[in-house]
């Protein structure tokens, strides 16, 4: 398993990216087959309300980007979205939602881990923890299951505005050592006050290579 994103982006795709990642919704899917022609992929994963579509349409610089992810119908699906360069970002469903029947969640469940299994061009798994209250035991399921899979992934902790500037040092210490990382390979931004985005932005350019000739 590659180590989560401690690494710093080159200055020039740092720069690029600054302004927003070039989403565009291309469609929604929900078997493999379907899935669009793509050189390298970065997938976003997180338990409903963790701020993952908050931060999709963060890294986007718009605010609806990622509605069309909530809207009837596809909140089960694989969500892709354009990034430019032959790549493609795709959003999974959250998981744990409390709404849905067993045999529903085990479905999208399914699909879900069958993508991030199976798909070649996946290049990193974006695995969200919300920053204020920390990994879930869902979470570290998730994370236990990247491990046993050797799936890439680096996690990211959102909402970072809603942790006191006071505690902050202890939180990234805390959520860190729960997730069985170092402070430094956990990436926290805050799509609300847009803390972290750029450095984000330029992970997310290095891992599917977009600037690449
Ligand atoms: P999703 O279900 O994972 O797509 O989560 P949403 O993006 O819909 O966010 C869930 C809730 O968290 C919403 O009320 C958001 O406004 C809030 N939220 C998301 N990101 C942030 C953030 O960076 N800061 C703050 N303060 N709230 C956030």
Redesign the pocket.
Known sequence: MRPAAASKPPASKHRSMAAGLTLQFLLSVDHLGQLPDSRAEVAVI?????????????LAGRRDL?RV??TPGRTQLLNCFDLGGGATLVDCP?YGYAVASKSARSAWQARTEQYLRERPQLAMVLA?V???VGPTPLDLDMLDWLRGHAIAHAVIA?????VASSVRPRRRRELAAACRLAGSDVVW?????G?GLDRLRGLVALWVAIDAD
């Open positions: 997180g338990r409903s309300n963790v701020g993952k579509s908050s931060l999709v349409n963060a990622a992810s909530k959250g969200l919300d920053g204020e959102t909402k970072h505005d809603k931004v805050s799509a609300a006050k803390t």
